[in-house]
């Protein structure tokens, strides 16, 4: 099966910084779930954030391709547009930009992309009940402004709402339990697996193991001083629950 | 995003403009510091999509200003003498005046014997009907989109097209007239209702109110003439497009609009010129009157050419507009888009009079390359009960200065007034500022006064953000800035509103990407 996403040998830092990814690797499918564990400061933000073409990044060396191109040479709205997302890890207020409006302008863009039709305001407000109802959550974060006010739970479920509408081949989901209660967690979880398809990969950046226990990956991968030091499948996440970090990092 | 509060309460005289003296005035400057933004400013002029020319021989008076000149200009009118007389005295006021400098404007100097104060379209005699308007004057108008004829009547808007100086083709007459509504060029008015325009001309702005608008008092041309009578609710948006077109001709209008007892009307006046290498002078006069329990709705949208990317050429608009709430419960309300322009002066004030009547001014003012913008109003409370509202929102880029200057006075007489003023300020880039600069006075202890200012960046982090969602820099930025106006576009007439979000993209364009 052709690859959506393969990373090689991928260096990278904060321009003008050192580097602080160091030669990633990585392989991702279209359908498979891979999390990205490691201890703080290991360059899981940095990894994100280069794939998603944050401005301020500076990659040093390797490549990076995504179904086929380069994605090391696109825009952050090219990659966007082209079914990247990036789901934040601290998502950003547009103060006076209604939900609602910011999201059809961004579905339309990506819409415009694929070479469908733009959807009107009638139109885009049936897909979005469609998408309500497939997550199962409320439609009370729709007619605020971005971001603006949520709590941290809410910002994430917008996050996770919005991946859905803008249905992504590649999801990237950067420290989507952190700051979540346990009851935000299962919402959260349960938008993202109903988002699982053959067609769309997801990588999950965490911290922690207990996300795996709602979202369960096929590959898990250790990242740490900006390598990946090891790769596994579900039980290297339990492993690293109860061992913690300091074995693998050592073992590098 | 970097938000900061500032609060500003000052028992301070009122705008210099009124007394042609210049208080020591707190200017609350906010410069954007510095981030990877800068990268992306880029100044680019080329977004003015309606610079051309429209090729008619035009008119003119020799170059100069004497009295001769307002002689010449009152005759070509065929004036009545009482007119003349008029603006004779305002000449004569003007001579002795000179132009306002408190402004935090950056002037060149302007040499008013070099430009021409009076230039028409040759037309022996006047349109009767659209097919009797110059051809190349309608192609103009389709090329900025203007609906006459048939796309007014779609749009339901009554135009009265002033081109250069002279009213060209008016439409819906008949159906305002059966309702005794008259909208006219102010020409028309002066010959037609001679004693309404004696009534009321120079009541709101007198002659010698300030410099620019004594020059005007002394050397307008034409403009817009409107009344409604008692009781009558204009059943349309009034709308007038104005132009500069001919090369080194001031622009001087003049618009009267009363609403008598218990009317309503909204007039809507939008501006588009051609592009010019040199500055062309501007300076109309607005002058609204509602009396008992009248309203009116003054919307402008802006759009003159603002100057290139260096900041050559461009149009200079000083601007004198004002409203009376002459009556009680009467109520203007003025909104503004002003995107254009190389140098904006201008604040639309409202005199309330009349016990609870209301004045609210709404605006958004874009600065971008090296536009200048000086920009408010005045809202001074004279009848008991009386209540104004003021949302300013500007705008700068590029290396644009945004300034908001807006008085609140309320006099000895002015029992429980009520004002309550927001201005918000959006830079984008580094090298950009804006400036607020309230004048609060009050003259009686039951007043209640709110003031309110914000001073924001948009940030990489939601350019990002945006872009991570698919859209690019342009939309990204057309999306803030269209969510930052809100509260002022959703006081434009809808069609407007469409116009005016449309505006405020193309004005920007090339100041991020």
């Known amino acids: 099966m052709t690859k959506l996403l393969e990373i090689h040998d991928l260096h990278a830092r904060i321009a003008g910084g050192r580097d602080i990814l160091k030669g990633i690797d990585l392989t991702v499918a279209p359908g498979e779930v891979h999390a990205i564990m490691g201890p703080n400061g290991a360059g899981k933000s940095t990894l994100s954030s280069v794939l998603a073409g944050k401005p301020g990044y500076e990659v040093t060396g390797g490549s990076a391709l995504y179904d086929g191109r380069d994605l090391l040479n696109l825009a952050a709205d090219e990659r966007a547009r082209a079914g990247l997302f990036l789901a934040f890890q601290y998502p950003v207020e547009i103060p006076g930009v209604n939900n609602m409006y910011f999201l059809r302008a961004a579905l339309n863009a990506v819409r415009r992309e694929r070479g469908a039709p733009e959807l009107d305001a009638s139109q885009f407000l049936k897909a979005v009940k469609e998408k309500l109802a497939l997550l199962d959550i409320g439609d009370d974060l729709l007619r605020r402004a971005v971001n603006v006010g949520f709590s941290g739970g809410e910002k994430k479920r917008n996050e996770i709402f919005q991946m859905a509408m803008l249905e992504p081949r590649l999801a990237i989901l950067d420290e989507t339990d952190s700051g979540l209660d346990i009851d935000a967690l299962r919402v959260v979880s349960n938008g993202v697996n109903r988002l699982r398809d053959p067609q769309r990969s997801i990588v999950m950046i965490t911290h922690y193991q207990r996300l795996l226990d709602y979202i369960e990956p096929d590959y898990v991968h250790v990242l740490s001083e900006g390598r990946i030091v090891a790769s596994g499948d579900k039980s290297l996440a339990a492993d690293l629950e109860r061992r913690g970090y300091a074995h693998l990092v050592s073992a590098a | ?44 002029a080329d977004g003015y999509r309606y610079g051309f020319v429209t090729d008619i021989e035009a008119d003119e008076a020799p170059p100069g200003l004497d009295e001769g000149t307002v002689r010449f200009i009152s005759a070509k009118k065929g004036e009545p003498d009482w007119l003349l007389a008029w603006r004779l005295k305002a000449f004569r006021r003007w001579q002795q005046m000179t132009p306002p400098d408190w402004a935090k404007l950056d002037i060149a100097p302007i040499d008013y014997q070099g430009s021409i104060y009076y230039s028409a379209p040759k037309q022996k005699t006047g349109p009767k009907s659209l097919d009797e308007v110059d051809p190349e004057l309608l192609k103009t108008y389709e090329k900025l989109g203007i609906p006459l004829g048939e796309r007014a009547a779609l749009a339901g808007v009554a ?70 009578p008692p009781g009558v609710r204009c059943p349309m948006e009034l709308s007038t497009y104005f132009r500069i077109n001919a090369a080194k001709s001031g622009q001087f209008e003049r618009t009267l609009l009363i609403a008598d007892k218990g009317s309503y009307v909204s007039y809507l006046e939008g501006c588009t010129a051609p592009q010019r290498d040199e500055h062309q002078l501007h300076a109309a006069v607005v002058e609204l009157i509602a009396l008992d329990e009248a309203e009116i709705k003054y919307s402008t949208v802006q759009n003159w050419y603002p100057g290139d990317a260096e900041g050559k050429g461009g149009i200079y608009n000083f601007v004198t507009k004002r409203g009376a709430c002459r009556g009680a419960k009467a109520k203007i309300s003025w909104t503004q888009v002003e995107t254009g322009s190389a140098i904006t002066w201008k604040y639309p004030s409202c005199l309330l009079e009349g016990d609870g009547s209301v004045g609210e001014f709404y605006s958004v ?149």
Request: with cysteine.
């Open chain 2, 1 to 44: 995003m970097a938000r900061q509060l500032l609060f500003q309460l000052r028992q301070e005289i009122g705008l210099a403009e009124q007394r042609g003296s210049n208080p020591a005035m707190s200017d609350l400057a906010a410069i954007a510091p510095p981030d990877a933004l800068e990268s992306f400013v880029s100044a680019a």
């Open chain 2, 159 to 228: 135009v009265d097209a002033v081109f250069d100086s002279v009213s060209v083709a008016t439409s819906y007459k008949g159906k305002l007239a059966e309702l005794g509504i008259i909208f006219c060029s102010f020409g028309e008015a002066v010959r037609e209702h001679g004693d309404l325009v004696r009534r009321y001309l120079g009541s709101v702005v007198p002659q010698g109110d300030n410099f620019f608008a004594a020059l005007n008092s002394a050397v307008f041309s034409d403009g817009s003439f409107v009344y409604v």
């Open chain 2, 365 to 513: 003012a874009i600065t971008n390359n090296y536009q200048q913008a000086d920009t408010g109003t005045k809202m001074i409370h004279i009848g008991r009960n009386t209540s104004s509202t003021v949302i300013a929102k500007g705008i700068s880029a590029g290396r644009g200065q945004n300034t908001y200057r807006g008085q609140v006075k309320v006099m000895p007489k002015a029992a429980d007034a009520r004002n309550y003023t927001q201005c918000d300020s959006l830079l984008i880039g580094k090298t950009c500022g804006a400036h607020t600069v309230p004048y609060i006075e009050v003259r009686h202890p039951g007043a209640q006064i709110e003031h309110e200012a914000t001073t924001s960046k948009i940030s990489e982090d939601q350019m990002f953000y945006c872009a991570q969602r698919g859209l690019s820099q342009e939309d990204a930025l057309s999306l803030i800035v269209n969510g930052f106006c809100k509260e002022v576009l959703k006081e434009l007439p809808m069609e407007f509103a469409v116009e005016a979000q449309k505006l405020l993209a193309v004005s920007l364009e090339g100041s991020v990407g």
